[in-house]
């Protein structure tokens, strides 16, 4: 029997399913990892959420970064990882999709929002600092545009960021609330495509595993938790996890 034969079987046997998805499974659609070697924070140093706060320059800079890499992530589309997840969910067996990705691929793959839980944001909008209100990234290129004006929220007055979480910028209370009540509530927890190394996120695999869930671990290369794991697959995402969900 091969390790996706297992994989397979273990699935078929669980009954509330969680996936946790990092960086590899959308390196799969084209959109780089910016941790990488290579990766655009190798070369520029992260903007951290107290300058981007303090400093109009930071707020420029991260806007003019944001549009650089912008048409990248909007050419990407779901690949077969994605495919097989949304697949899962449909099917009832997998209660969530916790992410560390800013992409909203799952989305787009046919996750329904409220099944896909976000610790790190949505790069895909923005949204006002103060009062949440929401923006499209378009308006914000339209202000930006012109003489990199900064926009503001036509609200409140807020500043307009990314809906993402910067570097120093706090975890989100309620999606960490909703991942933890996932992970407790399963019985097999799937890793993909993350190396596990970035925490809090990566406390979710060692909680589900404590809790008496069966882990399993697909990633491109071996992570932190490999020895705790109860299945380790090396290889690609998008390969294994359609022979194991049988999607294309
Ligand atoms: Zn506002």
Redesign the pocket.
């Known amino acids: 029997m091969t390790k996706v034969d297992v994989l397979k079987r273990m699935i078929a046997s669980a009954e509330s399913i969680v996936a946790f998805t990092g960086a590899g499974i959308s390196t799969e659609s084209g959109i780089p990892d910016f941790r990488s070697p290579g990766g655009i924070w190798s070369k520029y140093r992260p903007i951290e959420f107290g300058e981007f706060l303090a400093s109009a320059e930071a707020r420029r800079e991260s806007w003019r970064r944001k549009f650089a890499t912008h048409a990248t992530l909007q050419r990407a589309t779901p690949n077969a990882g994605h495919r097989a997840l949304a697949r899962l969910v449909e099917q009832g067996k997998m209660t969530a999709v916790i992410t560390q990705n800013i992409d909203g691929l799952h989305q787009a793959s046919g996750v329904p929002d409220d099944r896909v839980i976000e610790l790190h944001g949505n790069t895909t909008y923005a949204a ?6 929401r923006y499209e990234l378009d308006w914000v290129r339209e202000v930006f545009a012109v003489d990199e004006r900064l926009p503001v ?1 036509t ?4 500043h307009i960021k990314t809906a993402t979480i910067s570097f120093g910028q706090s975890m989100p209370e309620a999606e960490m609330e909703r991942a933890l009540a996932a992970t407790l509530a399963a019985d097999l927890f799937i890793v993909l495509g993350s190396s596990l190394v970035v925490y809090p996120a990566a406390g979710f695999p060692v909680l589900a595993k404590r809790n008496g869930a069966r882990l399993v671990i697909v990633n491109r290369e071996p992570t932190e938790q490999d020895d705790m794991a109860d299945l380790v697959i090396n290889a690609e995402i998008g390969a294994t996890m359609s022979r194991a969900v049988g999607v294309n």
């Not at 006002?128 to 209100?133: A, F, N």
């Not at 609200?155 to 807020?158: I, L, P, Q, V, W």
């Open positions: 006002c600092l103060d009062c949440r209100r929220c609200a409140c007055g807020g």
